[in-house]
């Protein structure tokens, strides 16, 4: 008898894998909070669609949208910035990370978040942030990350997203591979 041996990879999504994210997103949306389709689409395809002026909004779009599949079949995927281009120090940042249910605990998110920071380190962007509700169990997979909580805000207004009007607290995290405190917390 033949034995299946599970194949886990990372790779960065392609058009095709929009309906499952966009799908998994909207039913995770608790956790994840609201990002429109066209903002995944901008993170493949590398543009932004319909920006008002090109002169004041950047036609560029620097996130990455990557995605994890088991024996070929998509199971989560993580959308994340890296930071300016031309800034001499980046920070990039885990806008949202998420497995579907049954996937979960089985070191997928370490294996996701790790191939993220690694294709980071490619375009020398080394350190990020994140943001998680406080009220989420992921607060213990970003500490188990060894990622060190900075500090908190309010979440964002669903109708503008710069003013800080829900009550729900959001956890900051932060990686940084040259801080001290880092060190002392990954023992
Ligand atoms: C957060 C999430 C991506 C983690 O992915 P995962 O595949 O379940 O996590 P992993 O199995 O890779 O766990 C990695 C580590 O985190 C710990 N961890 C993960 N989830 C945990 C939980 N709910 N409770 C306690 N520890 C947890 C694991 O024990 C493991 O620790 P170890 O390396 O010391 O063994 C996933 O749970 C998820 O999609 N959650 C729903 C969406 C969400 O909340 N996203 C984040 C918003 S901030």
Not at 19 to 44: C, H, N, Q, R, T
Not at 108 to 117: H, P
């Amino acid at each position: 008898m033949e034995k299946q041996i599970e194949k886990t990879i990372i790779r960065q999504a392609e058009l095709k894998d929009l309906k499952y994210i966009v799908d998994l997103s909207k039913k995770e949306s608790l956790s994840l909070g609201f990002i429109p389709k066209m903002a995944y689409e901008s993170a493949i395809n590398g543009f932004r669609k319909g920006v008002p002026s090109p002169k004041r909004w950047s036609m560029v779009c620097n996130d990455k949208l990557f995605v994890c599949t088991c024996n070929n079949d998509l199971v989560g995927f993580c959308l994340a910035s890296f930071g300016r281009v031309k800034a001499i120090y980046k920070t990039g940042k885990i806008a949202q990370i998420c497995l579907q249910e049954d996937a979960r605990k089985l070191e997928r998110g370490k294996l996701l978040l790790q191939a993220v920071i690694d294709w980071g380190k490619k375009i020398f962007t080394f350190s990020f942030n994140a943001g998680c509700a406080d009220d989420l169990e992921s607060n213990f997979f970003w500490q188990a990350m060894g990622w060190i909580k900075i500090g908190h805000r309010f979440g964002i207004s669903h109708k503008n997203t710069w003013v800080q009007t829900s009550k729900r607290k959001i956890n900051l995290y932060s990686y940084d591979p040259n801080d001290l405190l880092m060190g002392l917390s990954n023992g």
